[in-house]
């Protein structure tokens, strides 16, 4: 079975929207690029090499399919023109960026891409679909790089549900720049 992995660039005040800029509107977009370094810039690397798909909602496929078919640097544009993409939406009828499908139902079809021969699956961003994903127990990893910032408000993964969720931590790294990257697996 594949393995469904979230990643997030996410504040102390627990906000993943808009770490690079033009996402949202959100006053504070961009707040990752103070931070980037060597060290995270090759941890992001890493971990797009070790997938062999990606899967993100609507918004962020829209904002990704907007820059990314023009970049061509071996590290990310490369593998993320390359690797088969599935979108959830209800609302999308078609998909024009090389090698992208349209999933409809998180529960379903999600489901049936883990079962699914290949190799893990990796989540950007994607604030709806994570919650759904979490909610439907079909996230095996959860990578948070969490940065030394507070935002204000804005989207994030964990809502005021009162859903009980729990996650034991698998491994975590403290770079220079003062960003910690934890990697939890859920629990049960």
């Known amino acids: 079975m594949r393995k469904i992995i979230v990643t997030e660039f996410i504040t ?14 959100h006053p504070h977009g961009g707040w990752q690029f103070k931070y980037n370094s060597p060290e995270t810039g090759k941890y992001k690397i890493d971990e797009l090499a070790s997938v062999d798909a990606l899967l993100l909602g609507k918004t962020t496929y829209e904002v990704f399919a907007a820059f990314w078919p023009t970049q061509t640097d071996p590290g990310f544009g490369e593998p993320i023109n390359r690797l088969p993409k599935y979108v959830v939406s209800r609302s ?87 960003v910690l990257m934890l990697e939890y697996q859920p629990i049960g």
């Open 92 to 178: 999308l009828q078609k998909v024009e960026w090389n090698n992208s499908h349209i999933l409809r139902d998180v529960a379903k079809d999600v489901a049936a891409l883990k079962e699914s021969d290949g190799g893990d699956i990796l989540v950007y961003g994607s604030a709806t679909l994570v919650k759904a994903l979490l909610h439907h127990d079909l996230v095996d990893e959860l990578r948070l790089m969490l940065f030394p910032v507070s935002v204000g408000g804005g989207l994030r993964i964990f809502d005021d549900n009162r859903e009980l969720k729990k996650f034991a931590l698998k491994h975590s790294r403290a770079f220079d720049n003062g």
């Open 12 to 25: 102390l005040d627990g906000v993943i929207e808009a770490p690079g800029g033009n996402e949202t509107p």
